[in-house]
């Protein structure tokens, strides 16, 4: 199969003008909104700890979602060709960032938490390994320069 380019388009608008522009770092808000054509307005913001509004999604949390996301989808994707029928999942993803006096920074790794419930006990291994592979069809996964490790839980429904 040839490959093929997929295009993708957002528009980011600063909304936390106070009047003030950006004429000192404390006279204006980090507030922004993310848009994508047919759907809702994400209410983003800086994080926290640099001034913005923790009720408001920041890129830190949505770079970890996007990850977190990219492997749940390419994992079930997978599931089916392996044999492994997948009835829940559920993952808790964290990072670390470092900043540095410069006012830089960058993640140093990310670690998702995948808990994957599967319809019967003969499948366990086989999502365990699944992991892997999933790993290395993520998009997201594959695009960041930064680790970004697995550790999976896999249950079987009904406690078998």
Avoid: Q
């Avoid at 006990?121 to 997201?140: D, P, V």
């Amino acid at each position: 199969m040839a490959d093929k380019v997929h295009h993708y388009r957002v528009s980011v608008r600063w909304t936390g003008n106070t009047g003030e522009g950006t004429t000192g770092y404390r006279s204006f808000e980090r507030s922004h909104d993310v848009e994508a054509e047919g759907r809702p307005v994400l209410k983003g913001s800086a994080d926290s700890a640099f001034r913005g509004d923790p009720a408001r999604w920041n890129p830190e949390d949505l770079l970890v979602s996007a990850l977190s996301e990219c492997h749940m989808l390419s994992y079930l994707a997978l599931a089916p060709a392996a044999g492994v029928d997948v009835v829940a999942y559920t993952d808790t993803a964290t990072a670390a960032m470092t900043t540095h006096r410069d006012g830089s920074g960058e993640f140093d790794e990310a670690v998702l938490h995948p808990v994957v419930t599967v319809a019967e006990a003969g499948m366990a291994e086989a999502a365990r390994s699944l992991h892997e592979k999933a790993h290395e069809k993520c998009f997201i996964a594959r695009s960041v320069n930064f680790p970004v490790r697995n550790e999976p839980e896999i249950r079987v429904a009904g406690g078998a």
